[in-house]
């Protein structure tokens, strides 16, 4: 242990200090994540509940403006007048750069919201004069690239401000990956736990509003979109949009095949307990064939950090003290 502490040029004491600097620095960690997760929870879960009091407003304005439409008179809408709002309203962006695609990404992405859809816009607008600034600034200013021709260095500005202008869809294709993600992996044990609750005779509000309660433990993502869908179930005037929207911003195929049963069951009257347990089996089932061809496609992706980090290493440990005893010879 001497040995190895004078080879790094380490006390006794310092190597004690750091030590102990590394178990306080890991005891605090293990202290604070799960306070962060708690608070990232409720921060989540009163997002969702002013989303739903967004959606009972819609709703009463809804009904307050046909209301007045029969009446002859008209409600006047609330305006974002944030600088980000009135530089997509002077340049009509939402005309230029927003389709029912771009929507419907974001909507996967858990960005539902009308200032949500204004950032984005804004982003997309601001992004490409900030990242082509800033290579002019790193390329002319600087000159990092000094040894380069004009032209290529132009192409290089011009190649940050393209980057800029599409960083916000990679930004929310990610968003939608991981979301999407939590949410195929708590989906199944949802299931079992809605299957539970419908069948000790709740109805599928208080299902719902039961599942999203117990399952935001492990997925935050899920007990968001079923509040949302509980509170859909309450507000909407059509039962059948709760779970077209359910399955519009998550964009999974499972939950599609059971809102597809939820509507048929809604429909025709029939009993819930089969279709939502031969539907849980399925999302299992489709969740282990996920991680069998994962790790089906983990040996040849391991063949190449094999080569290159463990067998120099192994040949290393294997032929150094003979390598080193013939040399002290």
């Known amino acids: 242990?001497?040995?190895?502490?004078?080879?790094?040029?380490?006390?006794?004491?310092?190597?004690?200090?750091?030590?102990?600097?590394?178990?306080?620095?890991?005891?605090?960690?293990?202290?604070a994540l799960p306070l962060l997760t708690g608070r990232e929870m409720k921060t989540r879960m009163r997002?969702?509940?002013?989303?739903?009091?967004?959606?009972?407003?819609?709703?009463?304005?809804r009904l307050a403006s046909e209301r007045d439409l029969g009446r002859g008179r008209g409600?006047?809408?609330?305006?974002?007048?944030?600088?980000?709002?009135?530089?997509?309203?002077?340049?009509?962006?939402?005309?230029?750069?927003?389709?029912?695609?771009?929507?419907?990404?974001?909507?996967?992405?858990?960005?539902?919201?009308?200032?949500?859809?204004?950032?984005?816009?804004?982003?997309?607008?601001?992004?490409?004069?900030?990242?082509?600034?800033l290579a002019v600034f790193y390329i002319f200013g600087l000159k990092l690239m000094a040894g380069y021709t004009l032209p290529v260095r132009l192409f290089v500005c011009i190649l940050a401000a393209y980057a800029g202008f599409y960083a916000p869809n990679f930004y929310?294709?990610?968003?939608?990956t991981k979301r999407g993600q939590s949410i195929n992996r708590a989906w199944p044990d949802a299931l079992d736990l809605l299957l539970i609750?419908?069948?000790?005779?709740?109805?599928?509000?208080?299902?719902?509003?039961?599942?999203?309660?117990?399952?935001?433990?492990?997925?935050i993502e899920l007990a968001e979109e079923l509040v949302l869908v509980c509170a859909e179930l309450s507000y909407l005037p059509e039962r059948r949009q709760a779970y077209e929207n359910l399955v519009a911003r998550t964009?999974?195929?499972?939950?599609?095949?059971?809102?597809?049963?939820?509507?048929?069951?809604?429909?025709?009257g029939t009993p819930l307990g089969v279709a939502l347990r031969t539907m849980s089996q399925e999302s299992r089932d489709m969740r282990m064939m996920a991680a069998e061809k994962k790790a089906a496609a983990l040996p040849p992706k391991l063949t190449v950090p094999m080569i290159l980090f463990f067998l120099p290493v192994l040949f290393a440990v294997i032929i150094g003290p003979a390598a080193i005893q013939i040399i002290n010879r």
């Open 1 to 31: 242990m001497d040995a190895v502490l004078s080879l790094l040029g380490l006390s006794s004491q310092a190597a004690l200090g750091l030590l102990v600097a590394v178990a306080v620095f890991a005891t605090f960690v293990s202290v």
């Open 47 to 61: 997002a969702v509940a002013l989303e739903r009091e967004e959606l009972r407003a819609r709703e009463r304005a």
């Open 75 to 133: 409600l006047r809408k609330e305006q974002d007048v944030s600088f980000a709002a009135r530089v997509v309203e002077r340049l009509d962006l939402r005309t230029a750069l927003m389709d029912e695609a771009t929507l419907a990404k974001l909507r996967v992405a858990g960005l539902r919201s009308q200032r949500a859809t204004t950032l984005f816009l804004f982003c997309r607008v601001t992004l490409p004069l900030v990242f082509g600034l």
């Open 172 to 176: 929310v294709s990610n968003r939608s």
């Open 197 to 219: 609750c419908v069948e000790s005779g709740n109805s599928i509000e208080a299902a719902f509003r039961r599942v999203a309660d117990e399952i935001g433990i492990q997925s």
């Open 251 to 268: 964009g999974m195929e499972s939950v599609r095949s059971v809102s597809t049963a939820l509507i048929q069951a809604e429909r025709y």
